[in-house]
């Protein structure tokens, strides 16, 4: 038998029926922070089946602390052989305690809409907290195979297996991708010219919330622009930004979720009264940052976003911009140096010639000539390009 099977055996507990409001989800996939379409979708199904909770297909696995379980079998009048029973299982009594589950968020989010008031509960399965992690994914993961993964959740599982040095893993993860996809995604990988990219990148995955905007598919975009320089400067702002507004604490990051992104970027709150207004009330209303509940720290976090004075930047608008970009950096490539290699930035630093200084187009159409070191003359004449 499967060695994975045999050590989840050796760590069940057994099961019982557990109230919703107990039932608690770690963050673990980035595009796992309730899909409205999925829930829609259970509710469909839930409709016309029922939830079927009594099916042990659809029974939830949760990690159980052992003082926790025996406190709430001695409120219920169980012991431990009652959670092994042939029979129907047994209820168990939390009261406001909560209990981490591995999957099925969604399914638990659509029954508290389905299910009676004074019937909402499910079937969940109790594994000791002493489980590996690599059993813990290996459940997760089990349970994956029948879900859509955004592109943001596989590159993200598919790099920290990477760091970690687990090949096996990281490539069942890139076997999720269609197979034009994953020879991009190795392609940009093994690319040194964009080694800064990905290391930017790969800061990046303290963020669960900034993932689910990524799609893979890009990247051929990425390849055509050849401008790696420009697109690591944008996502080293994207970093700076999330982790000013966030304190730079780390223990923070991971609470960043995806709502909470949706409602930031692209807003400006230190230039558009508007903007700060809406950030204000979402605030004072827990509709952004809903997984930060200590009120200090939501009192600084509001204060950081307050200051800044410029678009806040994520993933989606790093990938909107690109579109933006495109036909520009086309345009000047293809007239300019049809035939270089490299990034352009590179290429037009090697032949810059600034010993005639610095020449500015003003408003009027005229070219003024300005003193200015190699590289700040260079910047300028670059960006008047575009």
């Known amino acids: 038998m499967d060695p994975q099977i045999l050590e989840k055996a050796k760590h069940f507990i057994g099961r019982a029926k557990v109230e919703l409001k107990n039932l608690y989800f770690p963050p ?4 796992e922070d309730v899909d409205e379409r999925k829930k829609g979708r259970l509710l469909s199904i839930f409709a016309l089946e029922g939830c079927l909770r009594n099916d042990p297909d659809h029974y939830i696995p949760a990690l159980i602390n052992q003082e926790i379980l025996d406190t709430a079998l001695h409120r219920s009048g169980l012991d431990l052989q009652d959670l092994n029973t042939k029979d129907e299982p047994p209820c168990l009594d939390f009261q406001d305690l909560q209990i981490n589950c591995l999957h099925g968020q969604h399914r638990i989010e659509a029954a508290k809409i389905f299910l009676s008031p004074f019937d909402e509960w499910w079937i969940i399965d109790f594994y000791a907290e002493s489980l590996t992690l690599n059993i813990v994914n290996y459940i997760q993961d089990v349970y994956a195979n029948a879900l859509n993964y955004c592109h943001g959740d596989i590159y993200c599982n598919l790099r920290n297996y990477q760091l970690k040095g687990d ?41 669960p919330g900034v993932w689910p905007a990524l799609h893979i598919g890009c990247l051929r975009r990425i390849f055509n622009l050849h401008q790696p320089e420009e697109l690591t400067s944008y996502v080293a702002q994207v970093f700076r930004t999330w982790s000013n507004i966030l304190l730079n604490n780390d223990a923070l990051y991971q609470n960043l979720d995806y ?17 700060r207004e809406f950030i204000t009330g979402a ?9 930060i509940k200590d009120t200090s720290s939501r009192t600084l976090i509001l204060a950081q ?82």
């Open 167 to 207: 090949a096996m893993q990281a490539n069942r993860w890139l076997a999720r991708l269609h197979p034009s996809m994953q020879q991009d995604l190795l392609r940009f990988q093994k690319s040194k010219e964009f080694t800064g990219l990905r290391i930017e990148l790969d800061k990046l995955l303290a963020f």
């Open 283 to 291: 605030m004072r209303q827990n509709r952004m940052f809903r997984l």
């Open 305 to 386: 976003i307050l200051q800044i004075d410029y678009e806040i930047p994520s993933i989606h608008t790093f990938l909107e911009d690109t579109k933006w970009l495109e036909p520009c950096a086309d345009i000047i490539r293809k007239h300019l140096f049809p035939k270089a290699k490299g990034s352009s930035y590179s290429f037009l630093y090697r032949n810059y010639d600034f010993s005639k200084g610095l020449r500015i187009q003003d408003y009027s159409l005229e070219m003024e000539t300005h003193t200015a070191t190699r590289k700040a003359s260079f910047t300028v004449a670059y960006r008047q390009l575009f």
């Open 28 to 31: 673990r996939n980035r595009c």
């Open 259 to 275: 709502q909470t992104v949706e409602a930031l970027q692209m807003r400006n709150p230190g230039q558009y009264p508007e903007d």
